[in-house]
Structures are given as C-alpha cells and as structure tokens.
C-alpha cells in the first residue's frame, strides 16, 4: 500500500531503503514501551499496551503480505530490499512483543533489565536478534512461559524465512544470459 501511495504522489517507484520503515517502527515502539512504562500512569500504559499492540499486529501484516507479494515477482531490484526489510522487521518486532513481555510479566526474562529506557530497548534487540539467528548466547533467558512461546515462535520463524529465501533464491538472483 505504502509503495503504491508513493508511486502515485512521486510517480515512480519507492526507493530501497522505503522497505525499511517497519524495522524503524519496532525499535521506536520497543523505545516507547520502555519509557511510557516508567510514567508510573496505568490507564496510560494500558492505552500505550493497545495502541502498541496493534500497531505490530499490522506491521507484522504487511511485512507478511509484502514478503509473500515479493516472492511471486522475481528479479525485481527491490527484492533484496524486502527480503531484508522482512528479516530485520521481524527481529524487530519481536524484540517489542518482549519489551510488553518484560514490562507487564514480572521475572518473565533473567538478565534484560537496564538503567534506562534505551538500555532495556537495546537489551530487548540484542536478545530477538541472537534468538532469530539461533545463536543464544545465555547472557539473558526467558523465564516465564509466554516468554518462552514466543522465543519459540521466533526461533523457529527464522528457519521459515531460511527455508523460503533458499527454495526460492531465484527470486533474488537473475541468471547469467548466454
């Protein structure tokens, strides 16, 4: 949709780096949740919980539509893009579902907190992205059993999007001519 509206506006298409606009939004909702949560207002975060959650129910939509759209149109030179946009929206927008974890599940992860709100984001980041890339350094740990759904649900997302990039790696890389 967001492509399209630029094609009309600009009347070309969408550069590369308009695919990563998801990725920007998970960290500026991990940043948000992790300083709106420390107003100390419960109808506010209640608010902010929703708001938030249905704004990476929707992210998570359209990274999932786009990436599957992409598949279906190969050697386009924004492919890549996407393929890429797709992962770090992904690792992105788990690290915010983490950061709701986190804040409204007491002792749900050992190891995240911080000092301030950008400390706890960037320890919510670095923990979805050693998770999708299956390395898990143990440092930090789920601890509560939603938490570790979801770390689940993360972990095994990585070998889908493995699985799909290297079944259709045709999509990504045109054949030499001649």
Excluded at 24 to 32: Q, S, T
Excluded at 33 to 53: K, P, Q, W, Y
Aim: charge should be positive.
């Amino acid at each position: 949709m967001l492509r399209w509206l630029f094609k009309k506006i600009f009347k070309k298409n969408a550069p590369g780096l308009f695919f990563y606009i998801p990725p920007v939004m998970g960290i500026l909702l991990c940043y948000l949740t992790f300083s709106e949560h420390r107003l100390g207002d419960m109808v506010a975060n209640i608010i902010a919980l929703f708001l938030n959650s249905i704004t990476i129910l929707v992210l998570i939509a359209i990274n999932l539509r786009r990436f599957i759209v992409t598949l279906q149109k190969p050697y386009q030179s924004a492919n890549l893009h996407v393929a890429l946009g797709s992962v770090f929206a992904t690792v992105m927008l788990f690290a915010a579902i983490y950061s709701f974890i986190y804040l409204y599940i007491p002792n749900s992860f050992a190891g995240l907190n911080g000092n301030t709100p950008l400390d706890e984001c960037v320890n919510v980041i670095y923990f979805s992205t050693v998770t999708f890339t299956t390395v898990g350094f143990g440092d930090i740990l789920p601890v509560a059993p939603i938490a570790k759904v979801f770390v689940s649900i993360e972990t095994m997302s990585f070998f889908v999007f493995f699985v799909i990039l290297l079944g259709n790696h045709s999509v990504f890389i045109k054949p030499k001519e001649g």
